[in-house]
């Protein structure tokens, strides 16, 4: 443990010392991000490294004292600060776990209707809100690519984009099959109904990541169908991008501007094929994904939303809130800190096995 904490202290200093000498602004970019990573970390094992010294100290001082009170005194020392030495061992064991690829990326949130109907669709609507509420108690901006609407004001599809270094870990677990019960408005005869909608988490792709070369790319403008009042009508300002050796079609209709639309069409798409690199590689990492909490798949049933009953389960770790209505405001902290938790059990679990 000593060894790899200084390790650590070493490499933070080495990058604060890269980061003064650093023009470029990729460059700049890059270390500044490493740099966050590590700050807690470092900030940690310094407090361990000094309560370390200190009670080595504590302890060559305690074998030639003869003085009762100091000696009393100095043992005292040496107790609390290995107390405090195993509290943070706990802590740092948790930080110092392999870090999610993804983490600190930006994400595109796709939300879909599944079986249901109309009463999925406008489900779709209520999960895009319950999120974007969430997001901007985070102080995350939530901007649509893209949407499907259906005209009793629910959605087929939704896009999204929040673009902050939180927002992968903040809803990497969120990607799955969503169920709802409840009584639909559509429903004269006040039955329960149960509907589906799947939430895809994609991580943002820079252009380095995932090469796209514009030969493999058909691009289609059309006039737009959403909102943006009448200019919408008057230009072919939506652009449908399909990627021809995969066959992902992408699209976006949001903005006024065809180029705009283009580069935000361009973001989802370079997303959508950098999931599907992702998900190849890990079908063959069967141990990583037995160690993470559900397997990202969009067809596993995460939870279910029962609104008779007020009561919102986490299907993966068997965590259920009665506090559904809080939940749709946005209000999902204590359902995200539990599925960290689990993860983060797992994960060590994983790493002493």
């Given at each position: 443990?000593?060894?790899?904490?200084?390790?650590?202290?070493?490499?933070?200093?080495?990058?604060?010392?890269?980061?003064?000498?650093?023009?470029?602004?990729?460059?700049?970019?890059?270390?500044?991000?490493?740099?966050?990573?590590?700050?807690?970390?470092?900030?940690?094992?310094?407090?361990?490294?000094?309560?370390?010294?200190?009670?080595?100290?504590?302890?060559?001082?305690?074998?030639?004292?003869?003085?009762?009170?100091?000696?009393?005194?100095?043992?005292?020392?040496?107790?609390?600060?290995?107390?405090?030495?195993?509290?943070?061992?706990?802590?740092?064991e948790i930080m110092l776990l392999p870090p999610d690829p993804n983490s600190g990326k930006s994400i595109l949130v796709e939300i879909r209707a599944g079986t249901g109907g109309e009463e999925s669709g406008l489900f779709c609507a209520d999960l895009f809100?319950?999120?974007?509420?969430?997001?901007?108690?985070?102080?995350?901006?939530?901007?649509?690519?893209?949407?499907?609407?259906?005209?009793?004001?629910?959605?087929?599809?939704?896009?999204?984009?929040?673009?902050?270094?939180?927002?992968?870990?903040?809803?990497?677990?969120?990607?799955?099959?969503?169920?709802?019960?409840?009584?639909?408005?559509?429903?004269?005869?006040?039955?329960?109904?149960?509907?589906?909608?799947?939430?895809?988490?994609?991580?943002?792709?820079?252009?380095?990541?995932?090469?796209?070369?514009?030969?493999?790319l058909r691009i289609d403008v059309y006039r737009s169908s959403g909102a943006g009042g009448q200019h919408v009508n008057t230009t072919d300002s939506a652009v449908r991008i399909t990627h021809i050796p995969t066959g992902i079609v992408v699209a976006s209709?949001?903005?006024?501007?065809?180029?705009?639309?283009?580069?935000?069409?361009?973001?989802?798409?370079?997303?959508?094929?950098?999931?599907?690199?992702?998900?190849?590689?890990?079908?063959?990492?069967?141990?990583?994904?037995?160690?993470?909490?559900?397997?990202?798949?969009?067809?596993?049933?995460?939870?279910?939303?029962?609104?008779?009953?007020?009561?919102?389960?986490?299907?993966?770790?068997?965590?259920?809130?009665?506090?559904?209505?809080?939940?749709?405001?946005?209000?999902?902290?204590?359902?995200?800190?539990?599925?960290?938790?689990?993860?983060?059990?797992?994960?060590?679990?994983?790493?002493?096995?």
């Amino acid at each position: 443990m000593i060894d790899r904490l200084k390790k650590i202290q070493e490499k933070y200093l080495r990058i604060e010392d890269e980061l003064a000498k650093a023009t470029a602004s990729d460059t700049l970019k890059n270390l500044s991000k490493e740099r966050s990573r590590l700050t807690p970390v470092y900030t940690k094992a310094d407090e361990y490294l000094k309560i370390t010294k200190d009670c080595q100290d504590a302890k060559t001082l305690l074998e030639s004292e003869s003085d009762p009170d100091m000696h009393s005194m100095l043992k005292s020392e040496i107790e609390e600060g290995e107390k405090k030495l195993e509290e943070l061992a706990k802590e740092l064991e948790i930080m110092l776990l392999p870090p999610d690829p993804n983490s600190g990326k930006s994400i595109l949130v796709e939300i879909r209707a599944g079986t249901g109907g109309e009463e999925s669709g406008l489900f779709c609507a209520d999960l895009f809100r319950m999120y974007n509420k969430y997001a901007d108690k985070k102080g995350i901006r939530a901007e649509i690519i893209d949407m499907s609407p259906t005209g009793i004001g629910g959605y087929k599809e939704i896009v999204f984009s929040l673009d902050d270094e939180r927002a992968y870990d903040l809803f990497k677990f969120e990607s799955g099959t969503h169920r709802v019960q409840r009584i639909p408005e559509t429903e004269s005869g006040g039955r329960i109904h149960t509907s589906a909608v799947t939430v895809a988490i994609l991580p943002e792709a820079e252009e380095k990541e995932v090469e796209i070369r514009e030969s493999d790319l058909r691009i289609d403008v059309y006039r737009s169908s959403g909102a943006g009042g009448q200019h919408v009508n008057t230009t072919d300002s939506a652009v449908r991008i399909t990627h021809i050796p995969t066959g992902i079609v992408v699209a976006s209709q949001e903005e006024r501007s065809q180029i705009k639309n283009r580069d935000k069409a361009m973001r989802v798409l370079r997303a959508r094929i950098a999931d599907q690199m992702a998900e190849t590689a890990k079908q063959s990492a069967d141990a990583l994904k037995k160690a993470q909490v559900g397997s990202g798949d969009r067809s596993e049933r995460i939870r279910t939303y029962n609104f008779p009953q007020g009561r919102c389960t986490d299907h993966r770790i068997g965590f259920t809130s009665h506090n559904l209505p809080s939940i749709m405001e946005g209000d999902l902290d204590e359902l995200i800190d539990a599925l960290v938790q689990e993860d983060r059990s797992k994960r060590l679990a994983e790493a002493k096995a």
